[in-house]
């Protein structure tokens, strides 16, 4: 048996795991979401879904992993057996994440050297620009199926062949401070532009009668992929760190720090969008084609769109390393098998996995299969795959793991954990024992039918 990782320090350990939740989520994802689910109003409810339910679930995650020092799979077979299932589902959902986030992260590069070189050819049509980079006009594309993401994905092995403190803790104290004073310039830019104060009121005014179900389905399921909940990363983060840390520090630290990244990409992302007078939404489609337009029209776009993109590579690299070294861990100490031979092959299946991904956009037309409001549908396959992970797998290992801590390890186990034995008081404890055996899975519950299209939209 190797020996396991551990933290070298509580700080690395909280930068870690702020780059796990920090990723594409929070940058091209959350502005979008909180413009169109009721701005202002929508940012109160966003943070109080984050520390009322996304830190109960983060809490729990931690205190298995810490509590067992074992992988997601590991952990509950030590603990209940009847349980080792839910582990397995968060590998999973890690796994297929891992797959097409890879790819994406080789398109985030792409854009790197395109603004670095050839910025004016993305300004003429940036939306030819993205399809044909993806094989809209025909012709396999190499560089975004194949070249890009297999860099991607090597930068991502060979961080974490290094290993924990010397490999993800490492880098993740490097490119965190990074990215944050990255999304600063980027925010003060945004914010300085003709005209983008205004519209930033605008969309910072609180008005609560623009929040209904669809605002409250759309933070939660936010909450849950941005914090990198129910897909066995945070219990893998969690059982390398040392007893002697505070828990529940560390947890609200995460969101937070997880938060304020977020609400910062709505300052940097919001503002310049709307002053070019394009509308605010998110997703690949947004961030590759959409924001063309910003960057044209800014003096030194292509420098700050270079940045911006820079930017999504660090937030994109700390997220895949955490779920590789989730599914690392799991495979390499359930199977007895060397760390590093583990590493590159599973890297190398989630590429070749991936390839379906890419290849769907624009290239091959191949769809998955679905079931919501109208029926029977066929997505295509890159949005089957997000469906699959986002509304599915990763809600039912929440579920499961706020109703194992909840119900079956136990509230006085968990707090055993949670205070390091009593060293640490835990102030909280009475809500969040109601918080994690009734609330958060009654949200959750409420999230995957949802997704289902069971309240009609
Ligand atoms: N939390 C990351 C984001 O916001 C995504 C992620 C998902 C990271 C799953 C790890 C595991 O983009």
Redesign the pocket.
């Known amino acids: 048996m190797e020996k396991r990782g551990q933290w070298a320090s509580n700080i690395g350990f909280i930068l870690a795991a702020a780059g ?8 091209w ?2 502005p979008g979401v909180a413009y169109n689910n009721g701005g202002g109003a929508f940012l109160i409810l966003y943070i109080i879904i984050v520390f009322l339910i996304g830190s109960t679930v983060m809490l729990a995650e931690f205190s298995v992993g810490r509590n067992t020092q074992k992988n997601a799979v590991g952990a509950f077979r030590s603990l209940d057996r009847r349980f080792t299932w839910v582990g397995s589902i968060g590998i999973l ?2 796994f297929i ?2 797959c097409y ?1 890879g790819h994406v992260g080789g398109w985030v590069m792409k854009y790197i050297f395109a603004y670095a070189t050839d910025a004016t050819g993305v300004f003429v049509d940036p939306t030819n620009y993205f399809l044909n980079f993806l094989g809209a006009d025909g012709n396999f594309p190499v560089q975004a199926a194949v070249i890009f993401p297999l860099i991607f994905m090597a930068i991502t092995v060979f961080i974490i062949t290094k290993g924990v403190s010397e490999g993800i803790e490492k880098v993740s104290k490097v490119l965190m401070p990074a990215l944050f004073v990255i999304l600063i310039v980027i925010a003060i830019r945004s914010v300085t532009l003709p005209g983008a104060m205004e519209k930033l009121t605008q969309f910072l005014v609180v008005d609560f009668g623009k929040l209904n179900g669809t605002s409250v389905l759309a933070a939660l399921g936010q909450a849950f ?4 909940l129910g ?1 066995g ?1 945070m219990v893998t983060y969690g059982s390398y760190l040392s007893r002697k840390e505070n828990l529940v520090r560390n947890t609200l630290t995460v969101c937070s720090l ?1 938060t304020l990244v977020a609400l910062l990409a709505g300052l940097a992302i919001i503002p310049a969008v709307l002053v070019s007078g394009i509308e605010v939404s998110g997703g690949g489609g947004f961030a590759f084609i959409s924001l063309a337009t910003v960057f044209q029209g800014m003096p030194f776009g292509a420098f700050f769109g270079m940045l911006f993109y820079i930017l999504l590579f660090f ?2 690299l700390t ?2 390393i ?2 590789l070294e ?1 599914t690392v861990a799991f495979v390499s100490e359930e199977l007895n098998l060397n760390r590093k031979k583990v590493t590159i092959i599973l890297g190398i299946v989630m590429f070749a996995i991936g390839m379906l991904y890419t290849l769907g956009q624009a290239y091959s037309g191949m769809t998955g299969i679905w079931l919501d409001v109208n029926g029977i549908t066929y997505p295509p396959f890159g949005d089957f795959m997000e469906y699959v ?1 986002d509304r599915l797998l ?1 809600p039912i290992c929440a579920l499961a793991f706020c109703i194992f801590v909840g119900w079956f390890w136990g509230i006085e186990r968990a707090t055993q954990e949670i205070t390091s034995g009593g060293k640490y008081g835990f102030a909280l404890k009475g809500i969040w024992t109601i918080l994690v055996k009734f609330i958060a899975p009654i949200a959750i519950i409420v999230i995957i039918l949802s997704g289902f299209g069971v309240f009609g939209f």
Do not use: P, R
């Open positions: 796990s939740a920090v990723g594409l989520g929070n940058i994802k959350f959902t890690g994440i891992l986030y992929f941005s914090l990198s897909m990363v997880d937030a994109a997220s895949a955490s779920i989730g992970t990763m």
